[in-house]
Structures are given as structure tokens and as C-alpha cells.
């Protein structure tokens, strides 16, 4: 069966008519794909999963100020690497809401389930298509997984990333240099064959071709900058727009938390307690979407639910036991954890987050840091972990760049690792 890529909202308006598209995809034997939400993410994360994906489904609803630009983006990725797309618009935005070159079927908030009939025979049409066309194209998978970085910022930079690639990420790194004399059809085959690209953008500056193409193609691109000055895109969250790098002390903090996202498949199969506690949430859930469910799945995957450690601190949906779930990690591995230092350490940590944050979910990152240093000086070992958890993956990626390895070894505890 088909397996889609489902891109819809998660606000409470939204539920019903979310759930009601999800019935009828899967009434229809398409499969829209497991996506647990997380606190963060990157163009590069989209574009892999997309890849991994048949086609798309979109349900495009409206809100004050539009459209969520997050769907527009994921319909962006979709159209330039010229995947099968359907789109579910809401029949009161403008008709310019999505390209009219792509498909797409109305619906109304007040009498959608009236229209059924047309939402089922789309998704029939849509489905026949998937049917009729080729598999994606072919890239030989004998080599080893490979980065290739586009030459286009000063070298010392450049070879600072090609390193750290090398070296943590166990990537075989290449740059793709665009004054080089070899063959024109070698980096486009290059781009083709490899599964991520880093390039540096700057204000001012067109992208260059190489990086035109590897976005045409649909290949996953991390996409950072050393211009302090970059002017980002009015109409693209700021979640997918090049991270800033401010010199190559940064870079590992950076290049961390991006690979990381990069890598987070939409179910971790290497995390076998998220996994079960995921499938336990999903059969429980039977089939109903209502306005807290992307909260419940997020305790769920984040391991606050269901059974953890092998205790059972809570089962069933809407079952709470946080609290008891912290004691019993703190119970298990606070002898390892000194809490006065972890307070130094967790305040070095949040000037450090503080210096790098440049969007709001950086700053709320921030703030979860200094709460956890508080709990830490007050002896609250629970409190910490529970702060710390929330903090996630950029706090773990930056305390292990700067050398916090308390801190580091703490985040871990709290996350799972």
C-alpha cells in the first residue's frame, strides 16, 4: 500500500477534519506515514522523509493570517522535487492558496462529511496515479552513506565541517569545489548519489547553481551561514532557513544539532521502549484525533507514559504519572550525578544557549536550562531531569561541544540516550 507523506495542522480547530481525511486515507488503502511530533526541525529532516514517502497529502486549512507557512514548505519540497501531490484546501482561501498546477479538492468546515463522495473519488484518482508511475529514479547504495559539502564559504570553514562530518558523523565527506576542471557531469552525479549536502549561504548572493540543483532534485540539504547579517525569508519559518554560524568555534554545537535532526526517522527503531510505548499509544487511541493528542504523543514517545524502565508508572490514554516516572530515573541513576556541579555546569550551558539562540524555541531551550540549574541548586534531583528533558537535543549538542560533560551525561538521563 502506498505510504504518504500527511502534512496538516495540529490546532484544535483542526482536529476533526484532520481525523476525518486520516479515516478516509486509510478507508482507502493509503497509508499516511507515522510522524511523533518533536520540539524541533530542519528542511534536511523533511526532505529524507519525503524522499522515503510515495507522494504527499496535504490538508490546507485557513487561519487570521492565512496559511500555516510549515505546510506551505512541506508543499514547496514536494513540488520542486516533483513528487504526486494531492491537496485538501478549505473552500473560503483564495484560489492563488496553492499553485493551480497541482491537484487538489475543497472541503468545508460545516458540511464536509457531505462531501464524502468527491473527497473519496480524489483520493481514488490520486491513488491510480501512484499506481501508474515509475519507481524514483536509481542511485547505486553500495557506498557507504556519504556528505558532500558545496564550496562556498571561506576555506578554513569549510574544512573545520568536513572534519567534524568525518570524524562524528561518520560520514565519507567530499567538497564540491565549482572552479574545478573535472568532467560537468561529475558533481551532478556526485549531488545525485549522496544522502546529505551542506552549503553556506549569504545575503546578497545568488545560491549557486550546484546548491539550485541538489534542491531540484530533492536531495536533503543542511543549509548554514557565516553571514551574521543574513537576511532570512520573510515567508519561510524560520526552521528552515540557514542556522547561523558566527566561526568555527561554533561549528560542532551547530553541525550537532543538525545532523541529529537530520537523522530522527519519524519512528526510532534503535529506541525500543519509544517504540512499544508508540504502538501502545496508537492502539489505545483507536482511530480518535481530538485537539490533545499531539501533547499525549509526545509524552507518549518522550517515554513520560505508559511503561518506562520497565515500571509501569502509567497505561491508557490520559494517564499522567510524570512525576513518578522522574523519581523513578532519579532513583536509578542520580548516585552518578552531582548535582552542585551540574548546577555550574547548567549555567555555563544556558550562556552559552543564550549566545546561539536565534528563534523563539531556542529561547524557550534556554529558559528550560536555567530552571533545571535552579532545581539543581535547590537538590531537586527529579525537577532537573524533568527540565532537562524538555530542553532535548540542541542543549545536549551544545553541552557536548563547549566540554559540559555533567551537564551532557545529565541530558542524556533525561532524554533516554
Known amino acids: 500500500m502506498p505510504v504518504l507523506y500527511f502534512a496538516h495542522s495540529y490546532r484544535e480547530r483542526d482536529a476533526r477534519i484532520v481525523d476525518y481525511f486520516g479515516r478516509l486515507m486509510r478507508s482507502e488503502g493509503l497509508v499516511p506515514s507515522l510522524d511523533p511530533p518533536s520540539d524541533s526541525v530542519n528542511g534536511a529532516k523533511l526532505q529524507r522523509h519525503l524522499n522515503a514517502s510515495d507522494g504527499m497529502i496535504a490538508v490546507l486549512s485557513r487561519r487570521e493570517d492565512g496559511t500555516s507557512p510549515h505546510i506551505l514548505f512541506e508543499l514547496a519540497l514536494a513540488m520542486r522535487a516533483g513528487f504526486p501531490v494531492l491537496v485538501f484546501i478549505e473552500d473560503t482561501l483564495p484560489n492563488d492558496a496553492v499553485s493551480p498546477h497541482v491537484p487538489q479538492q475543497r472541503f468545508s468546515y460545516r458540511s464536509f462529511l457531505r462531501q464524502a463522495p468527491a473527497h473519496r473519488q480524489a483520493l481514488r484518482f490520486f491513488k491510480a496515479y501512484l499506481a501508474s508511475t515509475p519507481p524514483g529514479g536509481y542511485v547505486p547504495l553500495g557506498r557507504r552513506r556519504s556528505c558532500l559539502i558545496v564550496q562556498s564559504a571561506p576555506e578554513p570553514l569549510v574544512d573545520a565541517t568536513a572534519r567534524w562530518i568525518a570524524q562524528y558523523a561518520e560520514y565519507e565527506v567530499g567538497v564540491l569545489d565549482q572552479r574545478t576542471d573535472a568532467p560537468p557531469w561529475r558533481p551532478f552525479d556526485e549531488i545525485r548519489s549522496a544522502s546529505v ?55 560542532p554545537g551547530v553541525l550537532a544539532t543538525e545532523f541529529e535532526l537530520f537523522e530522527q526517522d519519524f519512528l526510532e527503531l534503535t529506541d525500543q521502549d519509544a517504540v512499544d510505548r ?3 499509544f496508537l492502539v489505545d487511541l483507536e482511530g480518535d484525533y481530538d485537539s490533545t493528542t499531539r501533547e499525549t504523543a509526545m509524552e507518549v514517545v518522550m517515554g513520560d507514559k505508559y511503561e518506562v524502565s520497565g515500571q509501569t508508572g502509567a497505561v491508557g490514554r490520559n494517564a499522567r504519572a510524570k512525576d513518578m516516572t522522574f523519581q523513578q530515573v532519579w532513583q536509578g541513576e542520580g548516585d552518578r550525578l552531582d548535582l552542585p556541579r551540574l548546577a555550574g555546569e547548567l549555567e555555563i550551558l544556558r550562556l552559552e544557549l543564550k549566545r ?62
Open 197 to 251: 549536502l551542506v552549503t553556506f549561504a549569504s545575503s546578497g548572493q545568488p545560491r549557486d547553481h550546484l546548491t539550485g540543483f541538489a534542491t531540484a532534485a530533492g536531495v536533503p540539504t543542511i543549509e548554514l551561514t557565516a553571514d551574521p547579517g543574513y537576511r532570512h525569508h520573510p515567508a519561510i519559518p524560520d526552521e528552515y532557513q540557514p542556522r547561523l554560524v558566527r566561526g568555527t568555534e561554533e561549528l
Open 278 to 280: 508508540y504502538a501502545s
Open 356 to 417: 546561539q539562540a536565534t528563534t523563539r524555541e531556542h529561547d524557550a531551550v534556554v529558559a528550560e536550562i536555567g530552571a533545571a540549574a535552579e532545581a539543581a541548586e535547590r537538590g531537586d534531583g527529579p525537577e532537573t531531569l524533568s527540565r532537562l528533558q524538555r530542553a532535548g537535543k540542541w542543549a545536549l549538542g551544545a553541552a557536548t561541544a563547549i566540554g559540559t560533560g555533567v551537564a551532557a551525561a545529565a541530558i542524556k538521563v533525561a532524554i533516554g540516550f
